[in-house]
Protein backbone atom coordinates (compact mmCIF):
# COMPACT_ATOMS: atom_id res chain seq x y z
CA UNK A 1 0.00 0.00 0.00
CA UNK A 2 1.40 3.36 -0.90
CA UNK A 3 0.38 5.91 1.05
CA UNK A 4 0.55 9.49 -0.57
CA UNK A 5 2.91 12.31 0.53
CA UNK A 6 0.80 14.70 -1.29
CA UNK A 7 -1.14 17.60 1.13
CA UNK A 8 -4.14 20.05 0.86
CA UNK A 9 -1.88 22.54 -0.30
CA UNK A 10 -0.64 20.04 -3.15
CA UNK A 11 -4.03 19.54 -4.88
CA UNK A 12 -6.46 22.36 -6.54
CA UNK A 13 -9.78 21.73 -8.55
CA UNK A 14 -10.99 24.81 -10.17
CA UNK A 15 -14.33 24.90 -12.10
CA UNK A 16 -13.98 24.93 -15.58
CA UNK A 17 -16.17 25.68 -18.23
CA UNK A 18 -14.62 24.97 -21.48
CA UNK A 19 -17.04 26.88 -23.76
CA UNK A 20 -16.99 30.03 -21.34
CA UNK A 21 -13.56 31.04 -22.96
CA UNK A 22 -13.21 34.50 -21.20
CA UNK A 23 -12.75 32.64 -18.03
CA UNK A 24 -9.63 30.67 -19.50
CA UNK A 25 -7.18 33.51 -18.30
CA UNK A 26 -8.09 33.88 -14.90
CA UNK A 27 -8.34 29.95 -14.01
CA UNK A 28 -4.96 29.79 -15.59
CA UNK A 29 -3.67 32.58 -13.38
CA UNK A 30 -5.69 30.96 -10.42
CA UNK A 31 -3.15 27.91 -10.88
CA UNK A 32 -0.33 30.23 -11.14
CA UNK A 33 -0.89 31.70 -8.31
CA UNK A 34 -1.55 28.64 -5.98
CA UNK A 35 1.38 26.73 -7.58
CA UNK A 36 3.33 29.14 -9.18
CA UNK A 37 4.15 27.27 -12.10
CA UNK A 38 2.61 24.86 -14.58
CA UNK A 39 4.53 21.89 -16.16
CA UNK A 40 1.76 20.13 -17.54
CA UNK A 41 -1.60 20.68 -19.94
CA UNK A 42 -3.61 17.86 -20.60
CA UNK A 43 -6.66 18.90 -22.39
CA UNK A 44 -9.27 16.15 -22.23
CA UNK A 45 -12.55 17.92 -22.14
CA UNK A 46 -15.13 17.03 -25.21
CA UNK A 47 -18.26 15.18 -26.02
CA UNK A 48 -18.37 12.75 -28.71
CA UNK A 49 -21.41 12.27 -31.38
CA UNK A 50 -23.68 9.90 -32.34
CA UNK A 51 -26.31 11.16 -35.73
CA UNK A 52 -26.53 11.20 -39.14
CA UNK A 53 -25.33 14.26 -41.16
CA UNK A 54 -28.32 14.78 -43.13
CA UNK A 55 -30.65 14.33 -39.41
CA UNK A 56 -28.46 16.88 -37.98
CA UNK A 57 -29.29 20.58 -36.49
CA UNK A 58 -25.95 22.74 -37.42
CA UNK A 59 -26.25 24.34 -34.07
CA UNK A 60 -24.85 20.90 -33.03
CA UNK A 61 -22.42 21.07 -35.49
CA UNK A 62 -20.97 24.82 -33.79
CA UNK A 63 -21.64 23.56 -30.49
CA UNK A 64 -18.95 20.43 -31.16
CA UNK A 65 -16.20 22.76 -32.59
CA UNK A 66 -16.84 25.49 -29.52
CA UNK A 67 -16.25 22.89 -26.89
CA UNK A 68 -13.93 20.41 -28.57
CA UNK A 69 -11.83 22.62 -30.81
CA UNK A 70 -12.65 26.28 -29.81
CA UNK A 71 -12.59 25.40 -25.84
CA UNK A 72 -9.38 23.66 -26.08
CA UNK A 73 -6.77 26.24 -27.63
CA UNK A 74 -7.99 28.69 -25.86
CA UNK A 75 -7.09 27.10 -22.93
CA UNK A 76 -4.05 26.08 -24.82
CA UNK A 77 -3.38 29.65 -25.85
CA UNK A 78 -2.82 30.95 -21.72
CA UNK A 79 -1.16 28.34 -20.72
CA UNK A 80 1.08 28.62 -23.47
CA UNK A 81 2.02 32.29 -22.84
CA UNK A 82 3.45 30.44 -19.27
CA UNK A 83 5.35 27.67 -20.19
CA UNK A 84 6.91 30.02 -23.01
CA UNK A 85 8.00 32.25 -20.39
CA UNK A 86 9.49 29.43 -18.42
CA UNK A 87 10.75 27.53 -21.79
CA UNK A 88 9.48 24.36 -20.55
CA UNK A 89 6.35 22.16 -19.87
CA UNK A 90 4.12 19.19 -21.57
CA UNK A 91 1.03 20.03 -23.69
CA UNK A 92 -1.17 17.07 -23.63
CA UNK A 93 -4.24 16.79 -26.18
CA UNK A 94 -6.76 13.64 -26.03
CA UNK A 95 -7.63 13.68 -29.31
CA UNK A 96 -9.09 10.10 -30.52
CA UNK A 97 -8.63 7.35 -33.77
CA UNK A 98 -11.22 9.65 -34.75
CA UNK A 99 -8.92 12.36 -35.83
CA UNK A 100 -6.73 10.15 -38.24
CA UNK A 101 -9.36 8.64 -39.59
CA UNK A 102 -12.89 9.13 -40.71
CA UNK A 103 -16.24 7.31 -39.31
CA UNK A 104 -20.47 7.38 -39.67
CA UNK A 105 -23.19 9.14 -37.19
CA UNK A 106 -19.47 11.32 -36.25
CA UNK A 107 -19.21 13.60 -38.67
CA UNK A 108 -18.79 16.51 -36.48
CA UNK A 109 -16.77 14.94 -33.54
CA UNK A 110 -14.53 13.76 -36.75
CA UNK A 111 -13.86 17.01 -37.40
CA UNK A 112 -13.29 18.54 -34.34
CA UNK A 113 -10.70 15.87 -33.60
CA UNK A 114 -9.03 16.27 -37.23
CA UNK A 115 -8.87 20.34 -36.45
CA UNK A 116 -7.16 19.31 -33.26
CA UNK A 117 -4.87 17.18 -35.10
CA UNK A 118 -3.88 20.18 -37.63
CA UNK A 119 -3.79 22.57 -34.85
CA UNK A 120 -1.48 21.18 -32.99
CA UNK A 121 0.54 19.37 -35.10
CA UNK A 122 1.36 23.18 -37.24
CA UNK A 123 1.87 24.66 -33.39
CA UNK A 124 4.87 22.49 -32.59
CA UNK A 125 6.31 23.78 -35.97
CA UNK A 126 5.99 27.19 -34.16
CA UNK A 127 7.90 25.79 -31.64
CA UNK A 128 10.92 24.96 -32.47
CA UNK A 129 13.07 27.44 -30.64
CA UNK A 130 11.55 25.67 -27.45
CA UNK A 131 12.32 22.03 -27.82
CA UNK A 132 11.46 21.76 -23.61
CA UNK A 133 7.93 22.20 -24.42
CA UNK A 134 6.73 18.80 -26.01
CA UNK A 135 3.60 18.90 -28.23
CA UNK A 136 1.98 15.41 -27.30
CA UNK A 137 -1.31 13.80 -28.82
CA UNK A 138 -3.12 11.35 -27.45
CA UNK A 139 -5.53 9.73 -30.11
CA UNK A 140 -8.17 6.48 -27.77
CA UNK A 141 -10.27 3.75 -29.23
CA UNK A 142 -13.22 3.05 -27.82
CA UNK A 143 -12.60 3.25 -23.87
CA UNK A 144 -14.82 2.41 -21.22
CA UNK A 145 -16.05 6.03 -19.39
CA UNK A 146 -19.31 8.30 -19.77
CA UNK A 147 -18.88 9.91 -22.61
CA UNK A 148 -21.21 7.74 -24.44
CA UNK A 149 -24.20 8.85 -22.18
CA UNK A 150 -23.65 12.99 -23.06
CA UNK A 151 -22.87 12.29 -26.86
CA UNK A 152 -24.26 15.14 -28.82
CA UNK A 153 -27.46 13.79 -31.54
CA UNK A 154 -29.26 15.14 -33.80
CA UNK A 155 -30.05 18.59 -31.53
CA UNK A 156 -29.19 19.96 -28.76
CA UNK A 157 -31.79 19.07 -26.78
CA UNK A 158 -32.03 15.65 -27.47
CA UNK A 159 -29.93 12.95 -25.18
CA UNK A 160 -28.89 9.41 -26.79
CA UNK A 161 -31.83 6.62 -25.50
CA UNK A 162 -29.57 3.97 -25.44
CA UNK A 163 -25.83 3.73 -24.49
CA UNK A 164 -25.07 0.09 -25.12
CA UNK A 165 -22.78 -2.62 -23.42
CA UNK A 166 -18.86 -1.21 -23.17
CA UNK A 167 -17.57 -4.61 -22.33
CA UNK A 168 -15.61 -4.59 -25.45
CA UNK A 169 -13.65 -1.38 -24.96
CA UNK A 170 -10.47 -0.74 -23.68
CA UNK A 171 -10.27 -0.22 -20.07
CA UNK A 172 -10.20 3.28 -18.66
CA UNK A 173 -7.12 1.91 -16.26
CA UNK A 174 -5.22 0.66 -19.34
CA UNK A 175 -5.74 3.70 -21.55
CA UNK A 176 -4.44 5.97 -18.60
CA UNK A 177 -1.60 4.00 -17.71
CA UNK A 178 -0.29 4.10 -21.73
CA UNK A 179 -1.66 7.76 -21.68
CA UNK A 180 0.89 8.62 -18.80
CA UNK A 181 3.91 6.40 -20.51
CA UNK A 182 3.49 8.58 -23.28
CA UNK A 183 3.73 11.85 -21.58
CA UNK A 184 7.03 10.40 -20.06
CA UNK A 185 8.38 9.68 -23.08
CA UNK A 186 7.56 12.77 -24.85
CA UNK A 187 5.44 10.79 -27.38
CA UNK A 188 4.14 13.25 -30.04
CA UNK A 189 1.64 10.92 -31.44
CA UNK A 190 0.00 7.59 -29.19
CA UNK A 191 -2.66 5.26 -30.84
CA UNK A 192 -3.93 4.10 -27.83
CA UNK A 193 -6.32 1.46 -29.16
CA UNK A 194 -7.02 -2.37 -29.33
CA UNK A 195 -7.95 -3.97 -32.98
CA UNK A 196 -9.61 -3.54 -35.19
CA UNK A 197 -9.65 0.05 -34.60
CA UNK A 198 -5.81 -0.01 -34.36
CA UNK A 199 -5.24 -2.06 -37.30
CA UNK A 200 -7.78 0.57 -39.53
CA UNK A 201 -5.92 3.53 -37.91
CA UNK A 202 -2.55 2.15 -39.99
CA UNK A 203 -4.47 1.77 -43.19
CA UNK A 204 -5.95 5.05 -43.15
CA UNK A 205 -2.33 5.91 -42.67
CA UNK A 206 -0.53 3.98 -45.51
CA UNK A 207 -3.23 2.64 -47.37
CA UNK A 208 -6.36 4.79 -47.51
CA UNK A 209 -8.03 2.91 -50.61
CA UNK A 210 -8.39 -0.14 -48.40
CA UNK A 211 -9.07 1.71 -45.72
CA UNK A 212 -12.14 3.45 -47.31
CA UNK A 213 -13.35 -0.34 -48.78
CA UNK A 214 -13.43 -1.18 -45.49
CA UNK A 215 -14.77 1.39 -43.15
CA UNK A 216 -18.06 1.65 -45.98
CA UNK A 217 -18.05 -1.87 -45.28
CA UNK A 218 -17.70 -2.05 -41.45
CA UNK A 219 -19.52 1.81 -41.35
CA UNK A 220 -22.89 0.57 -42.99
CA UNK A 221 -23.14 -1.95 -39.95
CA UNK A 222 -22.09 0.74 -37.66
CA UNK A 223 -25.36 2.90 -38.99
CA UNK A 224 -27.57 -0.50 -38.59
CA UNK A 225 -26.20 -1.22 -35.24
CA UNK A 226 -27.26 2.45 -34.48
CA UNK A 227 -31.20 2.71 -36.15
CA UNK A 228 -31.45 -0.88 -34.10
CA UNK A 229 -30.54 0.39 -30.85
CA UNK A 230 -27.71 -1.32 -30.18
CA UNK A 231 -24.14 0.66 -29.37
CA UNK A 232 -22.41 1.51 -32.87
CA UNK A 233 -18.76 1.00 -31.68
CA UNK A 234 -19.95 -2.66 -30.99
CA UNK A 235 -19.63 -3.15 -35.25
CA UNK A 236 -16.13 -2.72 -34.87
CA UNK A 237 -15.67 -5.08 -31.80
CA UNK A 238 -16.86 -8.30 -33.41
Same mark, same amino acid.
Not at 178 to 195: C, G, R
Not at 204 to 216: H, K
Given at each position: +????? +??????????????????????????? *???????????????????????????????????????????????????? !?? *?? @???????? &?????????????????????????????????????????????? &? !???????????????? +???? @???????????????????????????????????????????????????????????????????????????
Amino acid at each position: +LEISS +LNENDILVLRLDLTDRSSHEAATNSVL *KHFGKIDVLVNNGGRSQRSLFVDTNLDVYNAIIELNYLGTISLTKYVLNHMI !QR *KK @GKIVTVSS &VMGIMGAPLATGYCASKHALQGFFNSLRTELTDYPEISIIQICPGP &V !QSQIIQNVFTENLAKS +LENS @GDQSHKMPTDRCARLTLVSMANDVKEAWISDHPYLAVCYLWQYAPTWAWWLMNRMGKRRIQNFKSGIDADASYSR
